[in-house]
């Protein structure tokens, strides 16, 4: 297992994989091997989301303190564009984001706490996994649109209009967020 960082505190871990003839075997997960690689979030749920189409968006989703979720984030089958903006105050990066392309064999993406998350399918017949480290809370269950200008995320599609769920296409833009939380 190799820990590779990506942007912030987002990082991929790499699987050790034993390849034969027959194809490979690998530990998909091992809370020991985590923990030696510093991810010591203790993950309580799965999660799997299954795209019929491509250019699927699903997100830009997070949760609100004290019901905030880290992720460990794999494709199990298909390929997806994975976003990620770092929503933590006290970061440097702060209202930054970054992303990378996620296949089966690429292994996991660590997104910890405090941040927004959300991918694009490339293929069709997509599935992805993901372990959280919090119980999903209605009442703390919060997201960006997926298209905020003021990301500007430059995301992948091949037609103009993505595949997303009625939830996500009304999504807030950051700004009313922002306006929201202060006016708490």
Request: charged share 30%; aromatic share 14%; proline share 4%.
């Amino acid at each position: 297992m190799k820990k590779i960082n990506l942007f912030s505190d987002v990082c991929r871990i790499a699987p050790e994989l034993i390849n034969d003839e027959r194809g490979f075997f690998s530990e998909d997960y091992n809370k020991k091997k985590f923990d030696e690689i510093g991810i010591t979030d203790n993950f309580i749920q799965d999660n799997i989301s299954f795209s019929k189409h491509k250019n699927t968006i699903r997100g830009l989703h997070f949760q609100r303190e004290p019901h905030e979720q880290s992720k460990l984030v794999k494709v199990v089958k298909g390929s997806i564009f994975d976003v990620f903006i770092d929503l933590r105050e006290n970061s440097k990066y702060y209202q930054q984001y970054d992303s990378c392309l996620l296949k089966p064999d690429d292994g996991w993406i660590y997104i910890p706490s405090g941040f927004a998350h959300g991918f694009c399918t490339l293929e069709k017949d997509t599935i992805v996994s993901y372990k959280v480290n919090n119980y999903y809370n209605k009442n703390f269950d919060c997201g960006i649109l997926w298209n905020d200008p003021f990301f500007s995320i430059n995301w992948p599609l091949e037609i103009e209009a993505p595949v997303i769920s009625d939830k996500d296409v009304n999504l807030p833009l950051w700004k009313s967020i922002k306006e929201s939380e202060e006016g708490l």
